[in-house]
């Protein structure tokens, strides 16, 4: 089953001279339960391609269909109640909000409709990240690499149709970036969560189901493994 699709995606930032393309007509289908790299030099596209699929950012031309849902036919409020509620975002620099307690972060997506969480899916989550004695902690008492777990929980809370990872171990150490991988990898197997995982390491990509590859704003590969 397709969660996710996009045609002929283009986006130019700019105008005369200072014109600059960094997607050139990207197609891209997903599978839901898929777990997919895509994988590029830094400039290449991939972060601009997954802000655009993550309805943060739109297209200049192309279409995007995420879980049966056009993206280009959403407001800008529409848009964010989408990505609150069906989209799971984990950034390389985590983004928590400093004065919430651990617990508080990762239900925020849920506060922020007045939803109740499921405890049971709730206490499933932190335990199995490792972070269950951390819900009353502030970001700030966390090393990187908890942060990162509290980050990955709060993605995963609102159970979402699709879960992007954005070099979501460009900021820690080797050790710290397998670990969450591997989670990334649990989550994948034992929740059949769809992810896309944006990554400039071609060893962190060779985790992952299937490797797609941009270069200067081109899908130039696609090879699915195992």
């Known amino acids: 089953m397709e969660i996710l699709r996009c ?13 600059t393309a960094a997607l050139r007509g990207v197609s891209l289908s997903v599978e839901k339960g898929g777990f997919v790299a895509i994988v590029g030099a830094s400039g290449s596209g991939k972060s601009t ?4 699929l993550g309805s943060v950012d739109k297209p200049t031309k192309g279409t995007v269909t995420v879980d049966g849902v056009d ?20 950034y390389q620099f985590y983004n928590l909000i400093p004065t919430l307690t651990v617990e508080k972060n990762i239900l925020m997506p849920m ?9 049971v ?19 700030s008492q966390l090393s ?19 879960l992007f990872a954005d070099e979501p171990t460009g900021n820690l150490d080797r050790k710290n970036a397998k670990e969450i991988i591997d989670l990334l990898k649990l989550s994948n197997r034992n929740w059949k969560q769809t992810i896309l995982l944006i990554t400039h390491d071609e060893n962190i990509a060779l985790e992952a189901d299937r490797i797609v590859t941009i270069e200067d704003g081109r899908i130039v590969g696609d090879q699915k493994r195992g």
Do not use: N, W
């Open 71 to 90: 993206l280009s036919k959403l407001d800008a409020k529409e848009a964010a109640i989408f990505r609150r509620r069906k989209v799971g975002l984990i």
């Open 144 to 162: 990187g690499g908890q942060q990162q777990r509290v980050a990955i929980a709060r993605s995963l809370i609102y159970r979402p149709a699709i």
């Open 49 to 52: 391609l997954l802000h655009i």
């Open 121 to 139: 899916y709730l206490e499933t989550i932190v335990e199995t990240l490792g972070i269950a004695d951390k819900l009353e902690s502030m970001p």
């Open 111 to 119: 506060l922020l409709d007045k939803r109740k969480p499921d405890p």
């Open 7 to 19: 045609e002929g995606i283009e986006k130019v930032f700019g105008k005369g001279e200072s014109r």
